[in-house]
Structures are given as C-alpha cells and as structure tokens.
C-alpha cells in the first residue's frame, strides 16, 4: 500500500485510490460529528439513544398520518415489549408521550409524541437542521441527484448482512 502524502494510508481501507478512500474518509468524519451531536442532545433533553429514536419516529409517523403501538416500536428499536413498556413509561412520566386508546383495537394503544416534546425536539434542533438545510439548498440538482443516490447506494451496502 502506497502510504505517500498524496495517498495517506487508511486503517480500514486496503485501497491505493485516494479518491475513492478520501470519500470513505470524509463518511467516517460525517458519522463521528453526528454521533458526537447525538451524544450532545441526549445529555442536553437527559434521554438515551432509545427514547431520541423514539421521538424521532414519532415525528416521522406524525408526518404520514400513521398511528404507533407499542408492537411497532418494540420491532423498530429490535427490543422486547418488556423493554418497550418500560422505555414509553419513562416518556410517558417525563411528559413526552402521549397513550391514547387505538381507536379500533381495543386490546392496543397510540403511541404520539407531546406537545412538550415537539417544542423541546424543534429548540433543541433547529439552528442544526437549518444549517444542514442551507448545504442542501446551495446544491445544484445535479448534486443533490448524486449525493441521493449515493447514500441510497452506501445504505444498501451497510444493511446487507453477510454470510
């Protein structure tokens, strides 16, 4: 492996294309900020990763008129019910959540986020989405094409599972 100024080795990338291992690079800086932000807004709202993800789906339901139960969440964080159970009684206490009876299934409930969750989520939030929203917009739609279809293309490689 050539590990020249012009081509700095990579720990993980067995690869003499530096431009191709410049953009793995750039990734694994990206993921590392975004894990850093986490970390920041879960000490900032005093919540795990769980309950933020939670929230996050919430307000993703939220926004296609779709209702949560317990069941979805408990498959979408890959947790027992029991864990699920105890995870909405901490956001139901904290006032984040809101249970209401599912309006035709008698044995289950909605899950929807707060008002008080919405507001705490958009403060804590939104100067960072407004900057990440600014990158976005200065890009032609040539870029934003390719950058899609990019990240479309690096999910699919990171969510096989291999044998």
Same mark, same amino acid.
């Given at each position: 492996?050539?590990?020249?100024?012009?081509?700095?080795?990579?720990?993980?990338?067995?690869?003499?294309?530096?431009?191709?291992?410049?953009?793995?690079?750039?990734?694994?800086?990206?993921? !590392? !900020?975004?894990?850093?932000?986490?970390?920041?807004?879960?000490? +900032?709202?005093?919540?795990?990763?769980?309950?933020?993800?939670?929230?996050?789906?919430?307000?993703?339901?939220?926004?296609?008129?779709?209702?949560?139960?317990?069941?979805?969440?408990?498959?979408?964080?890959?947790?027992?019910? &029991?864990?699920?159970?105890?995870?909405?009684?901490?956001?139901?206490?904290?006032?984040?959540?809101?249970?209401?009876?599912?309006?035709?299934?008698?044995? +289950?409930?909605?899950?929807?986020?707060?008002?008080?969750?919405?507001?705490?989520?958009?403060?804590?939030?939104? &100067?960072?989405?407004?900057?990440?929203?600014?990158?976005?917009?200065?890009?032609? !739609?040539?870029?934003?094409?390719?950058?899609?279809?990019?990240?479309?293309?690096?999910?699919?490689?990171?969510?096989?599972?291999?044998?």
């Amino acid at each position: 492996m050539n590990t020249s100024p012009e081509h700095p080795a990579s720990y993980w990338y067995v690869d003499d294309d530096a431009r191709s291992t410049s953009v793995m690079e750039a990734m694994r800086s990206y993921r !590392a !900020a975004e894990v850093a932000m986490r970390r920041r807004t879960q000490q +900032s709202m005093d919540m795990g990763e769980n309950e933020l993800l939670v929230l996050r789906y919430l307000a993703r339901a939220q926004l296609r008129d779709d209702r949560v139960t317990p069941v979805t969440l408990s498959r979408y964080l890959g947790i027992t019910s &029991a864990s699920t159970t105890a995870l909405l009684d901490r956001l139901e206490k904290s006032g984040h959540i809101v249970r209401t009876p599912h309006p035709r299934d008698r044995r +289950s409930i909605v899950i929807t986020s707060s008002a008080k969750s919405d507001d705490e989520v958009r403060h804590t939030l939104a &100067a960072m989405h407004d900057r990440m929203m600014a990158v976005v917009r200065d890009m032609s !739609a040539d870029d934003r094409t390719t950058v899609i279809g990019f990240l479309d293309a690096m999910r699919e490689a990171v969510d096989q599972i291999d044998a």
